[in-house]
């Protein structure tokens, strides 16, 4: 069983809709929670982390974490075109690692 | 500031070379680390600095020699690669704290190509 594991979608979303990324962890006692941006050949750009249960807004991006369920998701609302990139949720399991998922990519078509 | 910056963005070695990457950041960061990333494919870890100090090292093979002169900088050293480590070679840096936050920022990536 992986790590994180995430949908590799592509996930293709029209613009101006919400774009809902998913992500599920195995280790119960993760307490940092990380969405990456990554455009194609550029590096992972942290854009939200979430720490506690419940939901975490900034901007056009909402975090939602439930540990119980060991699920991550982010909400990109009003999707535009310059959102189209790989997504990665990354977890720290503890000490200094954060663990990434497969990442998904999303495509927003106009 | 979260900048971090890497030196050179491109580099083509031949398996017999030396060459080393180069990493650098000014906000005061204790943690940083080295990732190596094929095309889509997440980032794997390869090693991590601690204040200083090598903390992980990720079963990394020796023709890779990292090295942390001080709390801003950081080089990979590279000898006798294969032409299997081309890559994107990334470097990150985060505070260290004790409950585990550690959000890591990335520098822009070094392209790697061994012929």
């Known amino acids: 069983q992986k790590e994180v594991e995430q949908n590799s979608g592509p996930l293709s979303v029209p613009e101006g809709a919400i774009a809902s990324l998913n992500c599920t962890y195995s280790?119960?006692?993760?307490?940092?929670f990380f969405w990456y941006r990554q455009y194609s050949g550029k590096s992972p750009e942290l854009i939200m982390s979430i720490y506690s249960n419940g939901d975490k807004e900034d901007g056009r991006f909402t975090a939602q974490l439930n540990k119980a369920s060991q699920y991550v998701s982010l909400l990109i609302r009003d999707s535009q075109p310059s959102d189209s990139a790989t997504y990665l949720c990354?977890?720290?399991?503890?000490?200094?690692?954060?663990?990434f998922g497969s990442g998904t990519r999303l495509s927003i078509r106009p | 500031d979260t900048e971090v910056t890497q030196t050179p963005k491109h580099l083509v070695m031949g398996m017999t070379n030396k060459k080393s990457l180069k990493c650098e950041q000014h906000?005061?960061?204790?943690?940083m680390y080295w990732y190596k990333q094929k095309a889509k494919k997440p980032p794997e870890l390869m090693f991590v600095?601690?204040?200083?100090?090598?903390?992980i090292n990720e079963s990394v093979p020796s023709r890779f020699s990292p090295e942390c002169p001080n709390s801003s900088l950081l080089n990979l050293h590279l000898h006798a690669l294969q032409p299997e480590d081309s890559a994107l070679y990334l470097c990150?840096?985060?505070?260290?704290?004790?409950?585990?936050?550690?959000?890591?920022?990335f520098g822009p990536g070094t392209r790697l190509t061994v012929t």
């Open positions: 280790d119960r006692g993760s307490q940092s």
């Open positions: 990150a840096s985060s505070q260290v704290r004790g409950t585990g936050n550690y959000e890591q920022y």
């Open positions: 906000m005061g960061h204790r943690a």
């Open positions: 990354a977890v720290n399991p503890g000490a200094s690692k954060i663990i």
């Open positions: 600095y601690s204040y200083e100090k090598l903390s």
